[in-house]
């Protein structure tokens, strides 16, 4: 998985207007069960199916896009596969030590309890998950 996120896809922190600041992860590829496996394996995202892209290049394969948004869950997938990654492990870390040092979002009015005891869950959810 972070082969496939270091090498086709992006990684980033995107303001989404009203919602604020945000942790993106973007995948695209024109295999729709790589799409699928990336998603089942992360356990949610979404997923969109584009075939206008580069209409004027004939011969193109239509184009599958996976896209997980939220500063949470992108953190826990990018400490996971971080250590990892070649191309874009700067940036990982660079957005890992973002939303640890100044967190955003619904984090920010948080006290530093709320955020441990939100961080154990998540420690806990993702152990239950490798388990299986």
């Known amino acids: 998985m972070a082969a496939i996120i270091d ?3 992006s990684i980033g922190i995107y303001d989404f207007g009203k ?34 892209i580069h209409v004027s290049h004939k ?15 992108c953190y ?25 040092e100044k967190p955003f979002g619904r984090w920010a009015n948080t006290t530093i309890e709320a955020r441990k005891k939100a961080s154990d869950i998540m420690k806990r959810i993702w152990e239950e998950r490798r388990e299986k």
Do not use: H
Request: charged fraction near 30%; hydrophobic fraction near 30%; proline fraction near 4%.
């Open 59 to 73: 011969g193109r394969k239509p184009m599958y896009q996976y896209s997980l948004k939220g500063s949470t869950r």
């Open 19 to 52: 919602e604020g600041r945000r942790i993106q992860i973007q995948m695209g590829n024109t295999d729709p069960k790589l799409i699928s496996r990336l998603r089942e394996i992360i356990g949610c995202g979404s997923t969109v199916f584009r075939t206008n």
């Open 7 to 9: 090498g086709e896809g």
């Open 76 to 100: 826990w997938v990018l400490k996971q596969i971080s250590p990892f990654m070649i191309t874009k492990k700067d940036k990982a870390y660079s957005i890992i030590k973002e939303i640890e």
